[in-house]
């Protein structure tokens, strides 16, 4: 992850109106470049098909790309992450609504699918993050060796870290009630 510094840093509000600002992601007012390639981009988009159509049918909220912006953390005003998959569950935006702009709220369930350019404190550091705002579950996706790490708040009562391999089978537990799918769909 690279951080471009601009002259001036950059608000929330001025970051929406960036050309190529879905590359980025701002901390402390600092562009920061976010990794993505192909693998874990096509990665990215079988999370979101597999997830979206069991969102869909049981109309249980809406489920974003990487595009989706979250400013929701209470330590950081202005910062502005982009998970590369993320849900929220429905009934929790203001009149039924999605923001124009930013989304203020912490969403149920953030995904980050490693790509080969991420630290591995960069995605820690992120998780922390997610889990400080209020995130319920955050995957972290391991395409070179078909892992996914499941992150939970330190209450929960299943613990707050689960590895599971490409013969396991993941589940959305209480965040999505009733997913389920073989890890390895994740990596077909």
Known sequence: MSIITPIAPITPEE???LPDAVSYELVDGQLVERNM?????????????LIGIFVQRGKLG???DSEATYQCFADAPKKIRRP???????????GGRLPAGHCRIAPDLAIEVVSPGDLAYEIEEKVAEYLR??????WVVYPSTRNVKICRPRTSPLGPISQLSDSDSISG????PGFTCPVSDIFA
């Open 15 to 17: 970051f929406l109106d």
């Open 37 to 49: 390639g192909l693998e874990s981009s096509g990665i990215a988009a079988r999370i979101i098909v």
């Open 62 to 64: 809406n489920i974003f």
């Open 84 to 94: 590369d998959v993320s849900f929220v569950r429905a009934g929790r935006f203001e």
């Open 133 to 138: 705002a209020g995130v319920q579950l955050v």
């Open 173 to 176: 537990e209480d965040v999505l």
